[in-house]
């Protein structure tokens, strides 16, 4: 995995490493900081405990890289989150990237792409037949920046949630045998 300290498009270094459990108040910190920046703090109420459990804890849920400032600076920069999903159409595992930040005073110094190409690296070092994400609809500049890497928007596709009382209705009226499928297909070609 990534450990290398390179210099950015405007003279800066970063360091980028794989996340381990001293990082966790940091991510967290970064955590808030992206749903600042994506108007969603009313919805994000995840504790430095929860990030440390998914990451660290008996049974990882995800990973996580953190960029820091400069080969010796603990400032962090930014961060990319990422776990395996798997598709049924090509029979192989998926990487998904759950969130990716550069803090605002980073940006333009090629850190996001150094983030996503190292995710790319991973990817393919675990033979992932994709590597895939969403983008929120009015992010305008991460679409055009996503898109100038080679990544397709996929305009056909939406993101179907269950959350909160609506989840425990869902799986308190779960029976074996009964209910609707809804329809044929969930995994994009």
Excluded at 21 to 26: F, K, R, S, T
Excluded at 63 to 92: K, M, P, W
Excluded at 141 to 168: E, H, K, N
Aim: hydrophobic content about 45%; proline content about 5%; some cysteine.
């Amino acid at each position: 995995m990534l450990r290398a300290t390179r210099e950015g498009a405007n003279g800066r270094s970063f360091r980028i490493t794989p996340a381990a459990p001293a990082d966790v108040p940091d991510l967290h910190a970064l955590v808030r900081d992206l749903a600042e920046y994506e108007r969603l703090t009313a919805i994000c109420t995840s504790t430095e405990a929860d990030l440390a459990d998914a990451l660290f804890g008996a049974h990882p849920a995800a990973e996580a890289l953190i960029a820091r400032v400069d080969a010796d600076s603990q400032n962090c920069a930014g961060f990319a989150l990422f776990f395996h999903t798997y598709s049924t159409f090509l029979g192989r595992r998926s990487l998904w990237l759950e969130d990716l930040f550069v803090r605002p005073q980073y940006r333009g110094a090629g850190l996001g792409r150094r983030l996503l190409v190292a995710l790319a690296g991973v990817a393919r070092e675990r033979g992932c037949g994709r590597f895939e994400w969403a983008v929120l609809d009015w992010n305008e500049p991460a679409i055009a920046f996503y898109r100038s890497l080679g990544a397709s928007v996929l305009p056909d596709w939406r993101i179907a949630r269950v959350t909160g009382d609506a989840l425990a209705r869902l799986a308190s009226t779960a029976t074996a045998g009964k209910g609707s499928d809804g329809g044929a297909g969930s995994d994009p070609p």
